[in-house]
């Protein structure tokens, strides 16, 4: 599986970004898909999160502001940006994952252990 993020840029604050995520080399075996941050100086970090089910998952930070979405047929996971804040300012990874977690599924285990796969990052600028 190999993941291609893109639609990063500078942005106002208050504005809106799409970012995208695609797939290629076996979406039908990715359960799980995220987002990920990494600001300078800053660990990564959690943003969103999307079943093969479309159920989905927001860190506190951009709930009601974020909107993840995917789309099998074309092979790609988006990621919908409005509101935007100078703290927004990071480079955004997607994340892919293969396992089929037991039942219940749990949240925080993805969180905690995402999948193998990852995108190369794409830069998100916020600017005053």
């Known amino acids: 599986v190999q993941l291609q993020a893109s639609g990063g840029g500078l942005v106002q604050a208050g504005g809106s970004l799409t970012l995208s995520c695609s797939v290629s080399g076996g979406m039908s075996s990715v359960v799980t898909m995220g987002w990920w941050r990494q600001a300078p100086g800053k660990e990564r970090e959690f943003v969103a999160a999307?079943?093969?089910?479309?159920?989905?998952h927001y860190a506190d930070s951009v709930k009601g502001r974020f909107a993840i979405s995917r789309n099998n047929y074309q092979n790609t996971m988006y990621l919908v940006m409005n509101s935007l804040k100078l703290e927004d300012t990071a480079v955004y990874y997607c994340?892919?994952?293969?396992?089929?977690?037991?039942?219940?599924?749990?949240?925080?285990?993805?969180?905690?252990?995402?999948?193998?796969?990852w995108g190369q990052g794409t830069q998100v600028t916020v600017s005053s």
């Open positions: 999307v079943t093969s089910g479309a159920n989905t």
């Open positions: 994340n892919a994952d293969t396992k089929k977690w037991p039942s219940p599924f749990r949240w925080s285990d993805f969180v905690a252990w995402p999948g193998s796969y």
